[in-house]
C-alpha cells in the first residue's frame, strides 16, 4: 500500500468549516489534513452530523473552507487559474446521495449524459457523442435503448448508476462518493458496489468512498478514516482499522456493527457478482 505523500492525488491541510446555527457555532470540519493516495479507494465513516459530505462538498470544490488548503495534483481547489478550473472540473467528479433528486426529471437520459460533453466541447459531430452516451450506458449495465427515456421511469439503483455514468463522462482522475449506496436497498448497495469496484480498476481512478456503514465501508475501501464531531480521530489500512481500531470512538462504532452484518454484506456482494 502506496503511503508517501509524494503519491497522493488529494493533500488536505488544517481545514476547518464552521456554520452558524442561531447563537451556536458548529464546527463540522475541525483541523482535518490527509492525503488520498493515487489509485486507492479512502473510505470515511462516522455518525450524522460528523461533518463527512461537507468535508467531501469541501474537497471537490462545492464548498469553501473557512480556512486550511486543498490541492489536487499541486493545484489549490477553491482559488485555480481559468485554466486550471477547466482542468479541475473535468477530473474531480461526484456522486451524491439521492439518485432521485440529481437527476433533472426533464431532461432524457441522452440530454443528461451529452451534457458534460456539451459543455467541454468534445464532440464535433452527433453521432459520435451519441456513441459515446451509448458507450457510457454499457458501461454501467444499462441498455443502450434506454438512453431516450426519462429519470422517473427508472429505479433508484439504475438512476444511481446514471449519476454514476454521468461522473464517468470526461474520465475523470478522481471521485467522490457521498453515501452514494445509503438510500437502496441492501441487494442493490452490493452491485453499485460491484460496479464501482470493477470502474476503478478500468479507469485507474482515486475514490473517497463516504457512508455511516462500516459494514459497506469495509468491502471497497484501501483504507479508513473515522470523522466524529469534525474531527479525525483515525486513519488507518482497512484491515488494521476492522481489527484492531486505535481510537475508542471507532471501537464503539465498529460494536455497534454486529459481524453478521460484515458476512451478510459479503454474501450480498458475492451473490452479486
Not at 455518525?47 to 474537497?59: F, N, P, Y
Not at 444511481?160 to 453515501?179: G, S, Y
Not at 476492522?242 to 471507532?250: D, I, K
Amino acid at each position: 500500500m502506496l503511503s508517501t505523500t509524494s503519491c497522493s492525488i488529494i493533500a488536505i491541510h488544517n481545514l476547518f468549516k464552521t456554520f452558524q446555527l442561531k447563537s451556536k457555532s458548529i464546527c463540522a470540519v475541525c483541523d482535518v489534513t490527509l492525503d488520498v493516495i493515487r489509485g486507492e479507494t479512502l473510505g470515511i465513516v462516522g455518525e450524522s452530523g460528523s461533518g463527512k459530505s461537507t468535508l467531501a462538498r469541501i474537497m471537490v470544490g462545492l464548498l469553501k473552507p473557512d480556512s486550511g488548503l486543498v490541492e489536487f495534483e499541486g493545484i489549490d481547489v477553491h482559488n485555480p487559474s481559468k485554466s486550471e478550473r477547466m482542468y479541475l472540473t473535468q477530473n474531480i467528479q461526484m456522486v451524491f446521495q439521492n439518485p432521485y433528486a440529481s437527476l433533472n426529471p426533464r431532461m432524457s437520459i441522452m440530454d443528461v449524459l451529452a451534457e458534460p460533453f456539451v459543455i467541454h466541447k468534445k464532440f464535433n459531430s452527433k453521432q459520435a457523442l451519441k456513441s459515446r452516451v451509448y458507450e457510457l450506458l454499457e458501461e454501467v449495465g444499462l441498455n443502450p435503448q434506454w438512453a431516450n427515456r426519462y429519470p422517473h421511469e427508472f429505479s433508484g439503483g439504475q438512476r444511481q448508476r446514471i449519476a454514476i455514468a454521468r461522473a464517468l463522462a470526461l474520465k475523470p482522475k478522481f471521485l467522490v462518493c457521498d453515501e452514494a449506496v445509503s438510500a437502496l436497498d441492501v441487494s442493490v448497495q452490493a452491485q453499485i458496489i460491484l460496479l464501482l469496484k470493477r470502474i476503478q480498476k478500468e479507469y485507474g481512478l482515486t475514490m473517497v468512498f463516504i457512508s455511516h456503514d462500516l459494514s459497506v465501508v469495509r468491502l471497497i475501501s484501501d483504507r479508513v478514516g473515522v470523522l466524529y464531531k469534525g474531527e479525525l480521530l483515525e486513519l488507518n489500512r482497512s484491515s488494521d482499522m476492522y481489527c484492531n481500531p486505535q481510537n475508542h470512538y471507532t471501537k464503539t462504532l465498529l460494536n455497534a456493527v454486529l459481524p453478521a452484518d460484515v458476512s451478510i454484506a459479503k454474501s450480498k456482494l458475492e451473490a452479486s457478482a
